[in-house]
């Protein structure tokens, strides 16, 4: 018996409401659908700033609970704004707890970017840099452009558009067969 791949979905927004954040909303919403599980990771305020000091054996409780949840990942999905050419300090912190360990190494790793047209490619260049010396596998084809405006969102916070969340269940589906090992 196999079991149902799970890929967490991490925001690169601390914003309430923010439209990276309902692009993963969206996409738990439509992982049933492709046979996928997902899991929002939703402690990013919590994490501490990256001091190689502070990473220690056990590290802090909030860096524990992202590293368990980053190793029983089949793969991961990202969604960031951009701000000032590249990704926000406090997702760049999250991958700074990532960058010693293993627990990215070798694992699926996609990204929507949900900027306007023109938008978001200093953050999308930034986190392939930085992916690149945690080792995640990427995913070319489920990197994906997904422009998501606050206008495109229902009563319920979420994408409505079809074609947007047929292309999310899409992207959960290459992560979920890259992740079946």
């Not at 929002?40 to 990256?50: M, T, V």
């Not at 760049?92 to 949900?114: F, M, R």
Request: charged letters at 20%.
């Amino acid at each position: 018996m196999t079991s149902t791949p799970m890929i967490l979905l991490l925001s690169g927004s601390l914003r309430k409401g923010s439209t990276n954040e309902a692009v993963l909303r969206t996409a738990r919403a439509v992982a049933p659908s492709v046979g996928v599980d997902t899991v929002l990771y939703e402690d990013l305020a919590r994490l501490p700033h990256f001091n190689p000091d502070d990473d220690t054996d056990p590290p802090p409780a909030p860096v524990a609970g992202l590293r368990a949840m980053l190793d029983r990942a089949d793969g991961i999905l990202v969604c960031t704004p951009e701000y000032a050419g590249t990704l926000p300090g406090s997702f760049k912190n999250l991958l700074d707890w990532t960058v010693g360990g293993t627990e990215i190494c070798d694992k699926p790793t996609a990204w929507v970017n949900a900027a306007a047209p023109g938008r978001g490619q200093g953050a999308e260049a930034t986190l392939r840099t930085v992916l690149g010396y945690t080792g995640a596998h990427i995913v070319e084809p489920a990197c994906v452009r997904i422009p998501v405006g606050r206008d495109t969102l229902g009563a319920d916070g979420l994408i409505a558009d079809p074609e947007a969340r047929r292309q999310l269940g899409e992207t959960l589906g290459l992560l979920a067969s890259c992740g079946s090992r």
